[in-house]
């Protein structure tokens, strides 16, 4: 079929490229009522000579064809959507309203500040809140996601230590914090010692201690980590740190688990990232846009990134440019302020009652299906975890079936995959995280069909290798996908 992707996929009705007859179109444009300049005067070489190609369809068949996508998605507003680490956790609706707003999404990123004082003033709240949720001083929202958080909390470091005289280039990292906490010191021009946990998957500080040397500049916890499991050793370990003149960064992406419960600050953490997409229910995925706030303690308040929003004597809310110590700019204009709005509506719908109520409900659904899974699959760590848990399919090893084959047989019960063969201390792990927004009756029918896909691996085990049998695409081919995607739409593209 002409325009078919060349990475694995099968298309059974054809694209919105080889829909629609040449001269049909949806829009109604009023004439030009400026003069028909020549493109090439505009654009030079690069003004277009022919045609762009592009579909000619009827206004219903554009929307149906993004309707038909939308419903061949999973989506956590139409499934249970367990991945681990991600927090897949559905948005409020009431945050797109707020978001929605003309005051608020009308708003033009140059506006002048007289005229954004709403904007600003929701940002300044919007900090004030989320540095008392976790117990820091200030927080700067520009961060368009968690690894830019991550970037940014290093920058920070990095020149904390740099104002001191000092250059320290190494960074302790865990086997249990996020994959992305390397990527994040390698652009820094850091490096990292990676070190062990426990034997009950929590940070030995006795691991610690032969560490510490004066080339340590900071230590990286996710907390809770991401066995799913309580750093309890944490505040011993940030003094440990703190009396070599090290740093502690607190990869706040599981703070989900911790709201109205345990204020990182309190506990040592010098600098934090946010994903609000995780903890706050701001959309998640797609590339963006996202939004990765970071707090800091007072000692890091110098180096925030520039602008920052301050208020005045007389109550104005301005934006602060003239920061002689920052790291610097590290986004256009000032953040994802969308983002922000939903972040801040779910905040103040919520309130403190509720967020803690919500870390409740995740960690009693989490060890709910620690409880329920256990009867059948193996448990990695088998005592009471945070938001998230992990099981392994050791028990299936005589049958050939693997840990893929059971992520996509649950494709064809309707339910996405939990996060599959990470975290690696773990093999073949599959990360399960509820969230606090399922119900019971929708983790006993998850519980219920890994049992049945149990079952199934040692009476068909050849049915669970085959999976998914009822989706739109079946199996791809992911390793072809990776090494040769298709990007964008080409007329006449070759067919696999």
């Given at each position: 079929m002409p325009g078919q992707a060349t990475s694995g996929l099968s298309f059974v009705e054809p694209l919105i490229f080889e829909r629609g007859t040449p001269g049909r179109h949806g829009g109604s444009l009023a004439a030009l009522d400026v003069p028909d300049v020549d493109p090439s005067a505009l654009y030079g070489s690069a003004a277009r000579t022919e045609a762009a190609g592009l579909?000619?369809?009827?206004?219903?068949?554009?929307?149906?064809?993004?309707?038909?996508?939308?419903?061949?998605?999973?989506?956590?507003?139409?499934?249970?959507?367990?991945?681990?680490?991600?927090?897949?956790?559905?948005?409020?609706?009431?945050?797109?309203?707020?978001?929605?707003?003309?005051g608020f999404a009308r708003l033009h990123p140059l506006a002048p500040e007289h005229t954004i004082q709403g904007a600003l003033e929701l940002m300044y709240r919007l900090e004030k809140s989320l540095a008392e949720i976790v117990g820091m001083d200030r927080v700067t929202l520009q961060p368009a996601a968690g690894a830019h958080g991550e970037l940014a909390g290093l920058m920070m470091i990095r020149a904390y230590h740099e104002a001191q005289g000092r250059s320290p280039k190494k960074v302790l990292?865990?086997?249990?914090?996020?994959?992305?906490?390397?990527?994040?010191?390698?652009?820094?021009?850091?490096?990292?010692?990676?070190?062990?946990?426990?034997?009950?998957?929590?940070?030995?500080?006795?691991?610690?201690?032969?560490?510490?040397?004066?080339?340590?500049?900071?230590?990286?916890?996710?907390?809770?980590?991401?066995?799913?499991?309580?750093?309890?050793?944490?505040?011993?370990?940030?003094?440990?740190?703190?009396?070599?003149?090290?740093?502690?960064?607190?990869?706040?992406?599981?703070?989900?688990?911790?709201?109205?419960?345990?204020?990182?600050?309190?506990?040592?953490?010098?600098?934090?990232?946010?994903?609000?997409?995780?903890?706050?229910?701001?959309?998640?995925?797609g590339g963006g846009p996202g939004s990765g706030p970071v707090a800091v303690k007072k000692a890091l308040e110098p180096f925030l990134p520039a602008p920052t929003v301050e208020k005045n004597a007389q109550g104005h809310y301005y934006l602060d440019y003239d920061r002689k110590l920052s790291v610097?700019?590290?986004?256009?204009?000032?953040?994802?302020?969308?983002?922000?709005?939903?972040?801040?509506?779910?905040?103040?719908?919520?309130?403190?009652?509720?967020?803690?109520?919500?870390?409740?409900?995740?960690?009693?659904?989490?060890?709910?299906?620690?409880?329920?899974?256990?009867?059948?699959?193996?448990?990695?760590?088998?005592?009471?975890?945070?938001?998230?848990?992990?099981?392994?399919?050791?028990?299936?090893?005589?049958?050939?079936?693997?840990?893929?084959?059971?992520?996509?047989?649950?494709?064809?019960?309707?339910?996405?995959?939990?996060?599959?063969?990470?975290?690696?201390?773990?093999?073949?792990?599959?990360?399960?995280?509820?969230?606090?927004?399922?119900?019971?009756?929708?983790?006993?029918?998850?519980v219920d069909t890994l049992e049945a896909i149990s079952k199934e691996a040692f009476e068909s085990p050849d049915k669970v290798k085959g999976a998914p049998h009822h989706t739109r695409l079946r199996r791809l081919d992911e390793t072809r996908a990776a090494r040769k995607p298709v990007l964008r739409y080409q007329a006449n593209t070759p067919t696999a």
């Open positions: 579909p000619e369809v009827s206004e219903p068949e554009a929307f149906r064809h993004y309707v038909r996508l939308s419903q061949q998605n999973m989506s956590i507003d139409t499934a249970f959507y367990p991945l681990g680490s991600c927090t897949m956790k559905y948005n409020p609706k009431v945050n797109e309203w707020a978001a929605r707003l003309p990292v865990p086997v249990t914090a996020h994959g992305t906490n390397a990527a994040s010191c390698s652009f820094n021009g850091l490096s990292i010692v990676p070190f062990d946990a426990g034997d009950d998957g929590v940070i030995d500080p006795s691991k610690v201690a032969p560490l510490l040397n004066d080339d340590v500049a900071a230590v990286m916890i996710t907390n809770p980590n991401t066995v799913g499991l309580f750093e309890r050793e944490l505040p011993v370990v940030a003094k440990m740190l703190h009396d070599k003149g090290a740093l502690v960064y607190g990869d706040g992406a599981n703070l989900n688990a911790l709201l109205g419960r345990a204020r990182p600050g309190d506990l040592g953490i010098d600098v934090m990232q946010f994903n609000l997409h995780k903890t706050f229910t701001t959309p998640h995925g610097g700019r590290l986004r256009s204009f000032f953040g994802n302020f969308g983002m922000m709005v939903r972040a801040y509506t779910y905040i103040r719908e919520m309130g403190p009652e509720g967020l803690k109520g919500a870390t409740d409900m995740a960690v009693l659904n989490a060890n709910y299906l620690r409880a329920r899974l256990g009867k059948t699959w193996h448990v990695a760590y088998d005592h009471v975890c945070m938001h998230e848990v992990i099981i392994n399919d050791r028990h299936l090893k005589d049958t050939g079936v693997a840990t893929m084959d059971v992520a996509k047989r649950l494709l064809d019960h309707g339910f996405h995959a939990p996060t599959v063969y990470f975290p690696l201390v773990v093999k073949n792990a599959m990360l399960i995280e509820p969230t606090e927004t399922e119900t019971k009756e929708t983790l006993d029918a998850f």
